[in-house]
């Protein structure tokens, strides 16, 4: 069965410090994708990234990078520099080939950056 | 451009009523899906559609109704509410079922019931 864990409940960190958020998630397909959403205070839901498991390249997008390891079945995100405005839920999601768009939500990381 | 709009965005019941929540997407998107948030925890798909005259269930889909008369249209019925089915509940729309993009999200509906 699939199954996103995202063992960091809440992180508080101080500005400007990196911070690195864990996923590491189960499926017995071989085509899946992974994502990351940003669900701010004001409460919508932020796309961030995508990746499908056939690309392990890591990306480096501004302060945000994704670190994809299928030996380990893991998709982290890391904030380099943090700021206020990072403060939110990260969720780390799964959607299998085969199951028509159908997201398998993590239990989400509440990320607290402090001035 | 609007994207997806739920309304309403805030609503309290009392158990045993009944309510829709609608879901308006402007995007000509296939797939729609109806989700819920409890505190703690992700989202649970609830129902979702592949296209206009569809359903099917998700997750949690017991509680729940679900129609798709029209194409930018999804609406959740909850037909004798229950104090369980106190939640944030999002819709979302995509182009296809094949995530070759991603979701996009409503701002969510807060439903209480008492």
């Known amino acids: 069965a699939q199954k996103v864990t995202q063992a960091q409940t809440e992180i508080s960190v101080v500005e400007k410090e990196d911070v690195t958020l864990d996923c590491v998630y189960e499926t017995r397909d071989t085509t899946y994708y992974l994502f990351w959403y940003k669900q701010p205070p004001s409460g919508e839901l932020v796309f961030l990234i995508r990746r499908n498991s056939f690309d392990e390249q890591n990306e480096i997008s501004g302060r945000y990078s994704w670190n994809f390891q299928k030996s380990t079945s893991s998709f982290n995100f890391t904030i380099t520099a943090s700021q206020v405005v990072d403060s939110a839920v990260y969720f780390c999601?799964?959607?299998?080939?085969?199951?028509?768009?159908?997201?398998?939500f993590g239990q989400g990381t509440e990320l607290s950056v402090k001035p | 451009n609007a994207g997806v709009t739920q309304t309403p965005k805030f609503r309290v019941l009392k158990t045993g009523q009944s309510m829709t929540l609608l879901c308006a997407q402007d995007m000509n998107h296939e797939y729609m899906y109806w989700y819920r948030q409890d505190p703690g925890m992700g989202l649970r798909l609830i129902h979702y559609s592949v296209g206009e005259g569809t359903t099917a269930k998700g997750e949690v889909p017991d509680g729940y109704n679900v129609s798709r008369l029209k194409k930018q249209n999804f609406l959740l019925g909850l037909e004798s509410a229950a104090p369980s089915q106190t939640s944030v509940y999002f819709c979302a729309s995509s182009y296809s079922g094949r995530v070759t993009g991603e979701l996009f999200f409503g701002e969510g509906s807060r439903l209480t019931v008492l």
């Open positions: 999601v799964l959607s299998e080939s085969n199951q028509g768009g159908k997201l398998i």
